[in-house]
């Protein structure tokens, strides 16, 4: 299990100094909204189980993915339920993880005990497994009813089967499937500073830190710290974010992040034609995707670079199935192992929008599309909603306009005078057309069925000439940085936000010019916010403050 | 449950058997619980052969003027043209629905969605995504679903596990087995219990996964009363998903019915990368369907649903042909129509192959024998598309289908025609066919409460 030392960001504690002495604003009261079970995501599960038990754990298939809302997976998991085939695909998880945590090759690291018999039940070190294993599935002690039903369980296997370990796989099972698990459980006690409020436990309060930070449940040491208090004023977790934030371990927080931002959940279908697009290949998807989160983990973590260079970058990796694509002599043809690159600068490509990961995944499987490009710039990258198309479009207009027209700027003109069209492709046609010298997996082209492509257009008044031109367009817009701001706002407390979280989404905007744009510096702003662990009394509950399980 | 047990050895009997750790062998003559004299009732229970539900699903409907001949009212004989062809040799057991509406009271055709969500749940979203009533294959297993190992069964060969049309809600939608190798293991893998082994054990170790299940869902009841009022409601969820797994490791622990037409079907082949890499190419769809229609019909056959949901392609027809740069669902709103056609002549040929899927889907049911009838025969298979027009995203007269004689309940070879009635007549008809306790089914301008009587008996 990582620690919290080490660190290739350690830098994060001296910036935060300097920042805090500069003048930023202060963080605006919250009051909360009604704390809510989030469901795990697949990465999650696979992390937990991976720190809990070792790496060495294969976690078999995978669940039901969440639904995206509000333009995230991390809000979806605060409505996510779980359906009956769902809940086999969970189970049938938990069988294997068990089976393979107490085989003879892990139960040396994972049990920390021996028993009297490896053939009988024996309480004593089931004991000691489980209410080290527990806590750190269940993201706080066990409870003594629960640490008594899982030791009966265990001891009923293990009668049954014979086999010690056997009974703490039966155990282990039980407690895998169990939704305190599954879902992460905001447990809330009495507020003393506010009568009749209530508040999130420590616990609760160092889960929503790690997971905002690591995407996993906090190791023991963030538990024990949170035990001891080190949660309850801010300069006990000032001192926690930043030695997490220092941590290599944060990089598991920021790719999940932009995983969610940039709706990489997408890649998982991403087919294109194998007879339009040779180079095209499982590969290259992994490849692709991966290119994407390795610029931006360089470059807001390695380099803390201004975030909204992200779309002017020239700086990226690759591997020998991009190369191909990309037409780049110097990457082995069939290599995978990752090489730094460095766009040259008379070369097209600059900035996210021009990689594969891209222009791959806006686009068809046998052709590029302008529209699903500006689309997905608006929607996941400005947070600007592009309004459905009307469902009594006629389209006999725009019939057979491949063969009549050979750009798709020309066969997207006949949309723009239409009126039913015309308003949503006004809005994403322009933008979308300036990457138009990718095709449809990000190859570049200077030319479309012969004639010479026009990437020119405007973004929100402001024109460019093609698609580097776009990416500084991006970058000064003050869209691009307020939808970050407020997706990770949203991430963070896992629902949207709404106009009462207006201030602190706002406060955020400003600190985040303030830190010149650092995203680590607004991810511990966010972390060390108030808000993030306000929560107002759950609606309709039987008793509205659970009571907190701090004993073990 | 009990007839499942020979009438000497109560259940609790085996158990208790088990638990002490005593290896339980129950012979029973082979094949002892075949069918009676008439092939229409298990012979050991006298109980009528099991009556199930299923839906199908095609993307982009069909196309106008050439997929059925249309009529000026109700009667028997479908018109099947040259779109359908494939369907025609199944006339006899098909019904043909057109001509219903589907009202929107002022609400937005959100394209290629509204159009299923109204037609399989009764009501129509108010934005998208939304899903705001159980869709009617769930409402049928609340009502037929028990007693097998899954309440029911989804699968698709559009390759997107999410796009399954079978939810309770917006958050709560089953998503689809897409790997025919995971639909295997899932339905004929090690829980199998083979109903015509010589020999029965249970498994101690089913019994014990059953307590530990039972016993984390009493300790979590506490937990559930200090919920908010919607996540009490997301872990009732969680709640019955666990009760559903709890029958089936109790049904696990029983002897099922000798059932010769169940067969344990040899396992698929793992698929060929290059197939991998290119799901949605339409050979691939069709060899995907093809062994997932098998799999889903001997599940039937050896009674482990009664309930059972198949997507050939999903709602926005990811499809394709290798070497084409439209999709089926793109050439529906950009290919020209061939005016010595009338059509659309390739996405009309993407319409064929749905056409020709349904038809093998159909077949492979039939193909298996049962009582003294067919599979088919006692299913009733519910087959629509989100669109009438997908040209135009019409949403009126979507087709939809009724295949099957439902063990006798219900007419087949009949076309009728909607006159613009609520298109949830049909799923009110299906759910009233299937025993579904309900006077009326929809909301808004969809609420109804007049099945197709002239298709019931």
């Known amino acids: 299990m990582s620690g919290w030392k080490g660190g290739s960001h350690v830098g994060v504690a001296l910036s935060a100094a300097l920042a805090l002495a500069a003048c930023v604003p202060n963080e605006p009261p919250s009051a909360g909204a009604p704390a809510t079970l989030r469901r795990l995501s697949n990465d999650q599960y696979r992390n937990i189980i991976a720190d809990v038990f070792g790496p060495q754990i294969t976690v078999a298939g995978q669940a039901d993915a969440l639904q995206r809302s509000y333009g995230l997976l991390a809000v979806g998991a605060s409505k996510a339920e779980i359906t009956p085939s769902g809940y086999e695909k969970y189970y049938a998880m938990a069988r294997s993880v068990a089976r393979q945590a107490v085989s003879l090759d892990n139960r040396a690291s994972v049990v920390p005990c021996t028993p009297r018999s490896a053939a009988e039940p024996d309480e004593n070190c089931a004991q000691q497994f489980f209410v080290k294993v527990g806590r750190l599935l269940y993201r706080r002690p066990l409870a003594p009813a629960e640490l008594a039903l899982v030791l009966r369980m265990a001891g009923e296997g293990a009668r049954l089967r014979q086999d010690f370990y056997g009974g703490l796989e039966v155990g282990l099972v039980g407690m895998l499937q169990s939704p305190q698990f599954l879902f992460v459980v905001d447990t809330l006690e009495p507020d003393p500073a506010h009568a009749g409020k209530p508040r999130l436990t420590a616990y609760a309060r160092a889960a929503r830190l790690s997971l905002l930070l690591w995407n996993t449940s906090p190791n023991e040491q963030l538990l024990t710290a949170a035990e001891h208090g080190a949660l309850d004023g801010a300069a006990g977790r000032k001192d926690i974010v930043d030695r997490m934030l220092s941590s290599p371990r944060v990089e598991a927080g920021v790719r999940a992040f932009f995983e969610d931002f940039l709706r990489f959940d997408q890649f998982e279908t991403l087919e294109k034609d194998s007879v339009i697009y040779p180079a095209f290949s499982v590969r290259v998807v992994e490849d692709a995707r991966e290119q994407v989160l390795r610029t931006v983990l360089k470059h807001v973590l390695d380099k803390r670079a201004d975030y909204r260079d992200l779309f002017t970058t020239r700086d990226t990796f690759i591997t020998g199935s991009l190369a191909r694509i990309y037409r780049v002599p110097t990457a082995k043809p069939e290599g995978s192992a990752w090489v730094p690159y460095e766009f040259p600068d008379d070369d097209p490509r600059a900035g996210l929008l021009t990689e594969v990961g891209f222009a791959a995944l806006a686009s068809h499987p046998g052709r590029s599309s302008p529209t699903l490009r500006g689309r997905a710039i608006r929607e996941n990258l400005l947070c600007q909603k592009v309004p459905d198309p009307p469902g009594n479009v006629d389209f006999s207009r725009f019939e057979s306009a491949d063969a009549q027209k050979k750009t798709a700027r020309e066969r997207l003109a006949l949309h723009s005078t239409n009126a039913a069209c015309a308003g949503c492709h006004k809005i994403t046609d322009p933008i979308g057309l300036a990457l138009e010298n990718l095709d449809g997996i990000g190859q570049f082209r200077s030319t479309e069925n012969g004639v010479v492509i026009d990437a020119s257009g405007t973004l929100d008044g402001v024109p460019f000439n093609d698609a580097a031109g776009l990416g500084r367009a991006m970058r000064d817009n003050p869209a691009t940085t307020s939808c970050v701001v407020q997706r990770l706002a949203s991430y963070s407390l896992g629902r949207n936000t709404t106009g009462s979280d207006k201030p602190f989404v706002d406060y955020l905007g400003q600190s985040f010019a303030r830190d010149d744009y650092d995203f680590l510096e607004l991810l511990r702003r966010v972390a060390l916010s108030e808000t993030l662990f306000a929560v107002a009394p759950p609606v309709g509950a039987s008793s509205g403050v659970q009571t907190a399980r701090m004993e073990p | ?457």
Not at chain 2, 60 to 72: L, N, Q, S, W
Not at chain 2, 192 to 215: C, I, R, W
Not at chain 2, 347 to 360: G, I, L, V, Y
């Open chain 2, 1 to 457: 449950m009990s007839i499942l047990l020979p009438r000497t050895i109560t259940r609790r009997r085996v158990l208790r058997s088990v638990l002490d750790g005593a290896a339980v062998t129950l012979a029973l003559p082979f094949l002892d619980c075949a069918l009676n004299g008439n092939g229409t009732a298990l012979a050991a229970s006298g109980k009528p052969l099991p009556l199930r539900f299923g839906t199908w699903y095609w993307g982009m409907g069909h196309t106008p003027g050439h997929a059925i001949a249309e009529k000026a009212q109700t009667g028997s004989g479908i018109g099947f043209l040259e779109e359908t062809a494939a369907l025609k040799p199944l006339a006899d057991q098909l019904n043909f629905f057109s001509g219903f509406g589907m009202p929107l009271d002022g609400r937005s055709n959100y394209t290629h969605f509204t159009g299923w969500v109204g037609n399989r749940t009764g009501s129509v979203p108010q934005k998208e995504g939304e899903i705001a009533s159980p869709t009617l294959d769930l409402l049928i297993a609340d009502t037929i679903g028990a007693g097998t190992r899954f309440k029911t069964l989804d699968a698709s060969s559009a390759g997107i596990a999410r796009e399954n049309y079978s939810a309770r809600s917006t958050e709560s939608r089953a998503q689809a087995e897409i790997s025919p190798v995971a639909l295997y293991t899932r339905l004929f893998g090690p829980d199998f219990v083979d109903p015509n082994a010589g020999t029965f054990q249970p498994d101690p170790a089913v019994m014990l996964e059953k307590s530990v299940l039972s016993a984390f869902v009493e300790q979590n009841r506490d937990f559930s009363r200090t919920l908010g009022a919607e996540d009490r409601r997301r872990l009732d969820e969680y709640f019955t998903s666990i009760r559903q797994l709890e029958n089936r490791l109790a049904l696990q622990l029983e002897k099922p019915v000798p059932n010769e037409v169940c067969v344990r079907p040899a396992r698929p082949a793992e698929p060929a990368p290059d197939k991998l890499a290119q799901v949605r190419e339409i050979p691939n769809v069709i060899e995907t369907h093809a062994i997932m229609a098998k799999l889903l019909a001997m599940a039937v056959a050896c009674n482990q649903t009664r309930v059972f949901n198949m997507v050939f392609t999903d709602n926005f027809a990811n499809v394709r042909k290798k070497g084409e740069t439209y999709t089926h669902h793109l050439l529906t709103h950009t290919e020209m129509i061939d005016p010595s056609r009338g059509y659309q002549p390739m996405a009309f040929w993407f319409n064929q192959r749905c056409s020709e899927a349904f038809a093998a889907y159909l077949a492979t049911l039939a193909s298996i024998r049962e009582g003294s009838g067919t599979l088919l025969d006692n299913c009733l298979i519910f087959a629509a598309s989100e669109t009438n027009y997908a040209k135009l995203h019409t949403i009126d007269s979507i087709p939809v289908w009724l295949a099957g004689k439902a063990a006798g309940r219900i007419k087949t070879g009949l076309h009728v025609v909607g006159g613009g009635d609520p298109i949830t007549r049909v799923g009110l008809t299906a759910m009233k066919i299937m025993g579904v306790p309900l006077r009326n089914w929809g909301t808004k301008s969809l609420q109804t409460s007049k099945p197709i009587t002239e298709v019931m008996v």
